[in-house]
Nanobody
Framework: QVQLVESGGDSVQPGGSLRLSCAVS????????MAWFRQAPGKEREGVAA????????YYSKTVKGRFTISLDGAENTVYLQMNNLKPEDTAMYYC?????????????????????WGQGTQVTVSS
C-alpha cells in the first residue's frame, strides 16, 4: 500500500510561483512512477507532470512544460511540483499519484487511469 499526502496549495496572483509537496510512504515498488494531476470544477482530471523514481526521468504536458518542474527527494520521500509564471487557467485541485513501474508513452504516463494510488489533493487558486 502507498500513502500520499499533498500540501503547499495556496492563492496567488498571476505570474506568481508555488511549490507543491507530496509526502510519500509505503511499498517502494508500488510508487516507481509518480505524477501530478489537476482537476478544475466541471473538467476531467489532467496529468501535468510525471517522474520515474529510479531514473528521475521527467515528462510534462504541453500546457505546463517550461513553467512547471517535477522533482523527487529520495531522502525525504517527497515529490515536488515547482510552478512558475502561474496563470488563472492553472487554478485547480492538484493531486499526487503513484503506481508500480511500467513503461509507456507520455500520454499514458499522464493519464489518470494509469495510477492506482492517489492523495487527497491541495487547492491552487490563481487570481488577481
Amino acid at each position: 500500500q502507498v500513502q500520499l499526502v499533498e500540501s503547499g496549495g495556496d492563492s496567488v496572483q498571476p505570474g506568481g510561483s508555488l511549490r507543491l509537496s507530496c509526502a510519500v510512504s509505503g511499498d517502494p515498488y508500488s510508487r516507481d512512477l509518480m505524477a501530478w494531476f489537476r482537476q478544475a470544477p466541471g473538467k476531467e482530471r489532467e496529468g501535468v507532470a510525471a517522474i520515474y523514481s529510479r531514473s528521475l526521468d521527467t515528462y510534462y504536458s504541453k500546457t505546463v512544460k517550461g513553467r512547471f518542474t517535477i522533482s523527487l527527494d529520495g531522502a525525504e520521500n517527497t515529490v515536488y511540483l515547482q510552478m512558475n509564471n502561474l496563470k488563472p487557467e492553472d487554478t485547480a485541485m492538484y493531486y499526487c499519484a503513484a503506481r508500480q513501474r511500467a513503461l509507456g508513452s507520455v500520454e499514458w504516463m499522464l493519464s489518470a487511469g494509469t495510477y492506482n494510488h492517489w492523495g487527497q489533493g491541495t487547492q491552487v487558486t490563481v487570481s488577481s
